[in-house]
């Protein structure tokens, strides 16, 4: 059973690097063809598509993110990261962790079998 868990800081300073990571059991995230994704759900507001990491390591950004945002690996611990920098009260969010359902070897927008139970983030001064 593959299991996800989002880790990080609740609260972050405005202007600050918001950094999680997402710690992956019972799968390798090297295992082809399958790719990881970062996902949020603001107050309110529906749930938006961040990124994703492919099993060989390539990433992928939404447009209106990429400029601020960057996803990264550690093999070694079977995990991976999302970073997003300059946040604004407006990141305020549920962040989740998730992955494919099947090994497709191509990134999608859902749906996704199997996620993490999501972390709170507040950015507040």
């Known amino acids: 059973q593959v299991q996800l868990q989002e880790s990080g800081p609740g609260l972050v300073k405005p202007s600050q690097t918001l950094s999680l990571t997402c710690a992956v059991s019972?799968?390798?995230?090297?295992?082809?063809?399958?790719?990881y994704y970062w996902i949020r759900q603001a107050p309110g507001k529906g749930l938006e598509w961040m990124g994703a990491i492919s099993y060989g390591g390539s990433t992928y950004y939404n447009p209106s993110l990429a400029s601020r945002t960057s996803i990264s690996r550690d093999t070694a611990k079977n995990q991976f990261s999302l970073h997003l920098g300059s946040v604004t009260p407006e990141d305020t969010a549920v962040y989740y962790c998730a992955r494919d359902s099947d090994a497709s070897d191509t990134v999608v927008a859902g749906p996704f079998g199997f996620w993490g139970q999501g972390t709170q983030v507040t950015v507040s001064s």
């Open positions: 019972g799968a390798s995230i090297t295992a082809k063809f399958y790719y």
